[in-house]
């Protein structure tokens, strides 16, 4: 049997990050599914690669960690972007941008230690 993975505060505001988009991506793929697929993959991506990051040494650890925040600052994106369409209010929106957010935060001071 595998050690278990040490998890760190990234990958676990990424559970909660998915846990509270369900109802998001369900009002947006009913006027756009494109964008609810868009944001689901994106936020599934931020969990994907911050745990592919935790058995990576270095440079392959520094890129699944520069994938996450990417993908971080995607579902920002793609919830900024239903917001702007009027799929979602902002209230429905906000814990996810709030979390996807102190994912992007955190990712950015993991790639930036001094």
Known sequence: ??????????????????????????????RDRSLADQLRRAAQSVALNLAESTGHEAGNRRQRIQSAFGSAQETKTALRIARGWRYI????????????????????RLLHKR
């Open 1 to 30: 049997m595998s050690q278990p993975i040490p998890t760190f505060q990234a990958l676990d505001l990424s559970y909660d990050l998915i846990a509270a988009l369900p109802d998001v991506i369900r009002a947006v793929s009913r």
């Open 89 to 108: 209010d902002a209230a429905d929106a906000e814990r996810a941008y709030v979390l996807a957010d102190r994912i992007a935060g955190a990712c950015w």
